[in-house]
């Protein structure tokens, strides 16, 4: 495997090898976007192989990629998505990838479009087996008028949902209360690890550090476009103290391992 990713990437994406596995606890990401060619992570397999070799180094054993499905910019289908799963499945293969799971689901934005797909009982992308999950995200900067109205429908058709990177929604910031509603109303919240080293904002650090302090996280994720954002967990985020402080909460990543 080794020597095939150097051959197409040269001796920096190998690099990925020696990383620590710190994060094996883990066991599963469900949230990333290394499948090839749907949305703004991964544009080819090359990309996408070179990012499944980042995670299994960092001691991954099972990933969930998550494209984005969002209106008319990302009009992602399940049939898109399980298209693009197996080419990966078939190139990770081929590559000689072994000892990781690969599955799919996907990252709604909560939108208009989402309204009308559960109007039409369209099959939603989750995960999580009989629990499906259904990983949501929204603006960062303006609160979505509907977000109850989707959350409640969202239950009742038997959809768990989990709110993706709630300490990057700037509209929450000064808002703590809100948030600890919304996830008291039955949303779990799924935090990006890299928030924990300031990379999207030192507001993000802040709100991700103050939900781990008051136990309000229920997953984590790399939420992984491309290779800035292994690196930056492998060289700053596994050293915190944050890190450790997460790990150590009943977060429910491991049991996905046996879905």
């Known amino acids: 495997m080794a020597s095939f990713l150097r051959k197409l990437f040269g001796q920096a994406a ?24 749907l949305d703004d992570g991964a544009e080819t397999i090359e990309q996408s192989l070179g990012l499944l070799e980042a995670m299994q180094a960092l001691g991954y054993r099972k990933l969930i990629m998550t494209p984005h499905i969002m209106g008319d910019f990302y009009k992602n289908t399940p049939t898109t998505v399980h298209a693009a799963l197996a080419q990966m499945q078939e190139a990770a293969t081929t590559a000689g990838f072994a000892d990781i799971q690969l599955e799919c689901a996907a990252e709604y934005y909560l939108d208009e479009w989402l309204g009308g797909k559960l109007d039409s009982g369209e099959e939603l992308l989750s995960f999580g087996g009989l629990k499906k999950y259904l990983l949501l995200e929204t603006s960062y900067m303006n609160e979505p008028f509907n977000m109850q109205d989707i959350i409640f429908r969202l239950k009742a058709q038997g959809y768990q949902p989990v709110l993706a990177h709630p300490e990057r929604y700037t509209y929450l910031y000064g808002r703590f209360s809100e948030l600890e509603k919304i996830h008291d109303n039955g949303v779990l919240f799924q935090i990006n690890l890299n928030s924990l080293a ?10 991700a550090e103050k939900l781990i302090d008051a136990r309000l996280v229920d997953f984590v994720g790399t939420d992984a476009h491309n290779l800035k954002h292994t690196e930056t967990l492998r060289s700053k ?17 491991n049991t996905l391992l046996t879905n």
Do not use: C, F, I
Request: glycine fraction near 8%.
């Open 198 to 207: 300031g990379y999207y904002s030192s507001g993000a650090q802040r709100v």
């Open 237 to 253: 985020v596994l050293p915190l103290a944050y890190l450790k402080k997460v790990l150590a909460l009943p977060l429910l990543n």
């Open 14 to 37: 190998s690099t990925s090898l020696v990383y620590e596995n710190l994060l094996a606890e883990l066991g599963v990401d469900m949230h990333s976007h290394l499948l090839p060619g």
